[in-house]
């Protein structure tokens, strides 16, 4: 018979060693895990190729709010994937950038075709994962013959360019129906293309578009009132109308509604940034003018100024009068944490929440609906702010260029996909 302390001694033996077994298995177990997810993110590195409109250069001298989102986006897939953009050329810009795993490529383009062909002649035997065509149908039959079997999408930012004049419906569903995928900005643009196209609805996919969270932020005090000081604006709770001066953009309907909101605030004032036809923008001045209005037209401002137009303002005025796909210019104010009062059309809704985060405006061709929803902010600025620090809050969650980007990797990639698996 043994001891007691000679049992004990065993028994411990025995518990050591079914410790140092699970401990060894835990860490093989671990170092396996490890390994699967390092072998994952491998085949998820994909070489992504993406081809820009003919018409403005990336990064965009002026304007060009798809070349904004489409590099903006380009960056941030350029964090796990080599990405190819192919834009126009321009004069102050080299015939190709490099920064990182994003190649920005630029050829002629005298003309769409002429583009295409030069897009054409780099591209021809590189080897893509996946081509992605912003805002262009037509060129996806062009590529799809030079690229037989790689997956392309076309990305919409609006329904311009499957619509006439720009092109006949039919002629835009046979370009389409030659990619793997077509990617809405919102659900009411998918919604919209899904109606237009019933035999594409497969293919037609929703990403929603971003902001940069780091530039478009609430300002400084400091940096506000240095702002509003430039612009003569202290004291004043300014309005904000930010984009292409053109009618379906509703500056007429604004105009009036500032014109009765003064009658109860005299102090509001409208800033308009943007920039129109000389003949459109006339008509405009000459109207402020006559309606006796506080308005300031502040001219065009390039996308990297455009956040201190935004910091400037105590509310942005959306009075769109025609379907807006998305409203890019409706996040980046929230972003800034100010409110937006919007047309209830389109897309606008999907960033825009009624109460929330602005006003949504169901009545948007009459200027007396536009003026009550101004009033209510600017006489109850409390109220104003508190939709304003809502709407900072709902576009860090769901609105950033991290998340647009990381939404497309995943409609890119496919596990199942053998030939992605054999990239070096």
Same mark, same amino acid.
């Given at each position: 018979?043994?001891?007691? %302390?000679?049992?004990?001694?065993k ?9 140092? #077994? ?6 093989? /177990? *671990?170092?396996? *895990?490890?390994?699967a997810?390092?072998? #994952?993110?491998?085949? #998820? ?5 993406m ?14 709010s ?17 990405v190819?953009? %192919?834009?126009?050329? =321009? ?5 190709? &950038?490099?920064?990182? !795993?994003?190649? +920005? ?5 005298? $003309? ?9 002649? =780099? ?42 004049p ?7 569903? /046979? @370009? ?5 995928? +077509?990617?809405? !900005? ?21 990403v ?6 780091e530039?478009?932020?609430p ?22 109308f930010?984009?292409?001066? +053109? ?7 604004? /105009? ?15 800033? +308009? ?7 459109? %923008? ?25 956040? *201190? ?13 025609? @379907? ?10 929230m ?7 919007? $047309? ?10 009624h ?7 169901? *009545? ?9 929803? %101004?009033? #209510? ?22 609105? $950033?260029?991290? !998340? &647009?980007?990381?939404s ?17």
């Amino acid at each position: 018979m043994h001891s007691p %302390m000679f049992k004990c001694t065993k028994l411990w033996r025995r518990v050591n060693y079914v410790l140092t #077994k699970w401990r060894f298995n835990s860490y093989a /177990m *671990d170092v396996s *895990d490890s390994c699967a997810n390092v072998q #994952k993110e491998v085949w #998820k590195s994909m070489r992504l190729l993406m081809i820009a409109p003919e018409q403005i250069a990336v990064p965009p001298p002026k304007g060009g709010s798809v070349e904004i989102c489409m590099l903006a986006i380009a960056e941030r897939l350029s964090l796990q994937h080599q990405v190819t953009l %192919m834009s126009r050329k =321009y004069a102050h810009y080299p015939p190709v &950038t490099i920064n990182g !795993n994003l190649k +920005i490529v630029r050829v002629p383009a005298s $003309s769409p075709k002429h583009y295409i062909r030069a897009v054409m002649a =780099y591209i021809r035997g590189k080897n893509f994962d996946w081509i992605q065509i912003d805002n262009r149908p037509r060129f996806v039959t062009p590529v799809r013959k030079i690229f037989p079997h790689t997956p392309i999408s076309v990305f919409l930012h609006s329904l311009i360019f499957v619509s006439k004049p720009m092109i006949i419906e039919s002629i835009a569903e /046979m @370009h389409l129906s030659k990619a793997d995928a +077509i990617i809405a !900005n919102s659900n009411s643009l998918q919604q919209e293309l899904c109606t237009r196209f019933p035999r594409l609805h497969p293919k037609i996919k929703q990403v929603y578009l971003g902001v940069d969270l780091e530039r478009f932020h609430p300002p400084s005090s400091g940096r506000r009132v240095k702002l509003r000081k430039e612009y003569d604006l202290q004291g004043a709770f300014v309005f904000a109308f930010v984009g292409r001066i +053109i009618p379906r953009k509703g500056l007429p309907v604004l /105009m009036k509604a500032l014109r009765q909101v003064r009658k109860t605030v005299p102090n509001a004032k409208l800033v +308009i940034a943007g920039r129109g036809e000389s003949g459109y %923008m006339t008509q405009l001045k000459s109207k402020a003018h006559r309606l006796r209005l506080s308005a300031q037209f502040i001219g065009y401002k390039s996308h990297r100024k455009m956040h *201190d137009v935004y910091a400037l303002a105590d509310c942005l005025v959306c009075p769109s009068q025609r @379907h807006e796909a998305f409203g890019l210019v409706n996040i980046e104010a929230m972003a800034t944490g100010i409110p937006v009062i919007a $047309s209830k059309i389109g897309g606008i809704s999907e960033a825009v929440q009624h109460g929330v985060n602005g006003l949504l405006i169901k *009545d948007y061709r009459n200027a007396s609906s536009f003026a009550s929803a %101004m009033l #209510k902010l600017a006489k109850d600025r409390a109220y104003s702010q508190s939709l304003g620090i809502q709407a900072r809050r709902d576009m860090e969650q769901q609105f $950033s260029w991290a !998340n &647009t980007a990381q939404s497309l990797s995943d409609l890119y990639w496919s596990p199942s996909d053998e030939r992605r698996r054999r990239m070096k």
